[in-house]
Nanobody, 125 residues
Framework: QVQLVESGGGSVQAGGSLRLSCAAS????????MGWFRQVPGKEREGVATIRRGDGWVTYADSVKGRFTISQANAKNTLYLQMGSLKPEDTGMYYC??????????????????WGQGTQVTVSS
């Protein structure tokens, strides 16, 4: 079992930056894959980035490459998403998620079984 709590969301103007945090507790072994996802009303949840806890291997959605960075502080069991050059289309509820697997290439939300409650990000033009 893994418990996840996100923080750091808020409102920002286009071009600005935000850093999201996700505090993990429970079973946080190095064999986990962690990820950030986002969702807007009426649309499916989409994968933004994933990171393999054991070696830090990462993937990004094309829409955020070069602007977002996923990272982790293993000693603190914390996951981060540094978001820069934000655009209005980045607006949404952002979720932290985990799966007990070292297979981390997929950003399909259905592959992740543990979810946080989400934190809202709003980017205005």
């Amino acid at each position: 079992q893994v418990q996840l709590v996100e923080s750091g969301g808020g409102s920002v103007q286009a071009g600005g930056s935000l850093r999201l945090s996700c505090a993990a507790s429970g079973d946080t072994y190095s064999r986990y894959c962690m990820g950030w996802f986002r969702q807007v009303p009426g649309k499916e949840r989409e994968g933004v980035a994933t990171i393999r806890r054991g070696d830090g291997w990462v993937t990004y959605a094309d829409s955020v490459k070069g602007r977002f960075t996923i990272s982790q502080a293993n000693a603190k069991n914390t996951l981060y998403l540094q978001m820069g050059s934000l655009k209005p289309e980045d607006t949404g509820m952002y979720y932290c998620a985990a799966r007990p697997s070292t297979i981390c290439a997929s950003r399909d939300p259905a592959a992740f079984g543990y979810w946080g409650q989400g934190t809202q990000v709003t980017v205005s033009s």
